[in-house]
């Protein structure tokens, strides 16, 4: 069972830049391909990026060419470098890997806004 903690969000004017970090917890971490989502209060999760073990990576056309997903097995640790950052770009940000994640993290707050 993996947990993931995730961290490095805050507020960024439009065109801005943020680094997301997501720690892993638990076993087999760098075995799994994994996602990042995000959800706007009273809205679904939203998938944005998918990652594989050996870090193939693939976008939602929402972030694509603006959003960059990376990680480090050996450190237990996924990133998200978000660049030319939107308005709409504004969610909590999580981590996920589909039936192996039992409970959701704590998110990474971004906040869009001039």
């Known amino acids: 069972q993996l947990q993931f903690v995730e961290s490095g969000g805050g507020l960024v004017q439009p065109g801005g830049s943020l680094r997301l970090c997501c720690v892993a917890s638990g076993r087999d971490f760098e075995i799994y391909d994994a996602l990042w989502c995000r959800q706007v209060p009273g809205n679904e999760r939203e998938w944005i990026a998918s990652i594989s073990s050996f870090g193939a990576t693939d976008y939602a056309d929402s972030v694509k060419g603006r959003f960059t997903a990376s990680r480090d097995n050996a450190k237990k640790t996924m990133y998200l470098q978000m660049n030319s950052l939107k308005t709409e770009d504004t969610a909590v940000y999580y981590c996920?890997?589909?039936?192996?994640?039992?409970?959701w993290g704590p998110g990474a707050q971004v906040a869009v806004s001039s």
């Open positions: 996920h890997v589909p039936g192996v994640t039992t409970t």
